[in-house]
């Protein structure tokens, strides 16, 4: 649960509790962070494995899948990967590596449209077409975090407690 929505129901309501409305929703969400995970660990692996084939790479890195990945620039996607497969398990844990993933390709992205721009590839080795993956991805990750922080946007859902009736079957042997 987010910060704004840890406390419990507001000392004016006690008979309220806090529900989820779709608890399968969080699920899928988090099922995304997985295949995310998988094909950046997939994309980062094939292209250190290209770099690492190809003797012919200059500068700007390997083709793959047209793009033109260097060793750096393979190791954050890899990295970025990495992280995301193990924290597809648990709620909070995909939240932070989301919204980690949606600024790193943030940056990446802004870093990448500069380094395009310019005549010698820096460290990266960027070209547009990187800057076109990094801006799916970015926007892929900002709409997986707001799927996955619907509490911290609407506010939890509440519902009343449930009165029990006294139970009348086993009465209290001491109160005869």
């Not at 699920?27 to 290209?50: M, P, Y």
């Not at 970015?138 to 009343?160: F, H, K, S, V």
Request: proline share 9%; charged share 15%.
């Amino acid at each position: 649960m987010s910060a704004s929505t840890k406390s419990a129901a507001p000392a004016i309501t006690p008979q309220l509790r806090r529900i989820r409305l779709n608890p399968s929703h969080f699920r899928v969400g988090r099922w995304f962070l997985l295949a995310e995970g998988i094909l950046l660990v997939g994309l980062g692996t094939a292209g250190l494995e290209s770099v690492a084939i190809s003797p012919s790479a200059g500068p700007t890195g390997a083709a793959l899948l047209g793009l033109a990945v260097t060793p750096a620039h393979c190791a954050v996607l890899t990295g970025l990967g990495v992280a995301a497969v193990p924290a597809s398990l648990h709620r909070r844990a995909a939240v932070v590596v989301t919204a980690t993933s949606t600024v790193a390709f943030l940056l990446l992205f802004a870093i990448g449209t500069v380094a395009s721009a310019r005549a010698t590839p820096g460290l990266f080795g960027f070209d547009p077409r990187d800057s076109v993956l990094h801006a799916v991805l970015l926007a892929y990750n900002l709409a997986l975090l707001i799927w996955l922080i619907p509490d911290a946007l609407e506010g939890p859902a509440w519902m009343r407690r449930r009165k029990r009736p006294p139970n009348e079957m086993h009465p209290d042997p001491l109160r005869c």
